[in-house]
């Protein structure tokens, strides 16, 4: 059974950092796309981020360039999003999702929030 | 980016009714070199994850009820429910996945049951 399970989330100032972390099992994690979804409270579903099995291509939504950054260790199968500057519009629930395109399986979220 | 905009935004539908949900993107999500439509619809129940219906627009998911269905292709796209069952009542989206990222969602259609 595939089993995605975030963490890291929590509650940060404006301009601070987070990482959140991404447990996978249940399938060949290294072969796989992983997403990064989020999901503002009340809000509608918003695709931040992708990588490719071996880390090799990153995607990123414009809004997050150059302030987060996603990676992953096959070796812990595991998936990562390095979250700098952040900013009040970037409170969410943090999804990981496998899949190239679209999400297949879906972890339950961490939220993060961020106010001063 | 693509632009997806679904319509209605909520809708309430009787029980065994048929509910409709329609998703426009802001350019042709059809790649002409394999015709398939860069199209996904998800279901989201209040305080669960997202869950995958439909992917290049119309190829149902394993284990996902035949009363829901995809159609459409280039800009247009319809989720259908037919017969209308209680545990359908959430919120659903479709999203391209059409040549690069970012990989757009629609705003999202709550279906509730009338």
């Known amino acids: 059974e595939v089993q995605l399970v975030e963490s890291g989330g929590g509650f940060v100032q404006p301009g601070g950092s987070l990482r959140l972390s991404c447990a996978a099992s249940?399938?060949?994690?290294?072969?796989?796309?992983m997403i990064w979804v989020r999901q503002a409270p009340g809000k509608g579903l918003e695709w931040v981020a992708d990588?490719?099995?071996?880390?090799?291509?990153?995607h990123y939504l414009d809004s997050v360039k150059g302030r987060f950054t996603v990676s992953r260790d096959n070796a812990k199968n595991s998936l990562y999003l390095q979250m700098y500057s952040l900013r009040a519009e970037d409170t969410a629930v943090y999804y990981c999702?496998?899949?190239?395109?679209?999400?297949?399986?879906w972890g339950q979220g961490t939220l993060v929030t961020v106010s001063s | 980016d693509i632009v997806m905009t679904q319509s209605p935004d909520s809708l309430a539908v009787s029980l065994g009714e048929r509910a409709t949900i329609n998703c426009k993107s802001s350019?042709?999500?059809?790649?002409?070199?394999?015709?398939?439509?860069?199209l996904a619809w998800y279901q989201q129940k209040p305080g669960q994850p997202p869950k995958l219906l439909i992917y290049?627009?119309?190829t149902r998911e394993s284990g996902v009820p035949d009363r829901f269905s995809g159609s459409g292709s280039g800009t247009d796209f319809t989720l259908t429910i037919n017969s209308l069952q209680a545990e359908d009542v959430a919120v659903y989206y479709c999203?391209?996945?059409?040549?690069?990222?970012?990989?757009?969602f629609g705003q999202g259609t709550k279906l509730e049951i009338k």
């Open positions: 990588i490719k099995p071996d880390g090799a291509e990153r």
């Open positions: 249940g399938f060949a994690f290294s072969s796989y796309w």
């Open positions: 999203q391209q996945y059409y040549n690069t990222a970012p990989y757009t």
């Open positions: 350019q042709s999500v059809l790649y002409s070199s394999n015709n398939k439509n860069y």
């Open positions: 999702a496998t899949g190239a395109w679209f999400g297949e399986h």
């Open positions: 290049w627009a119309s």
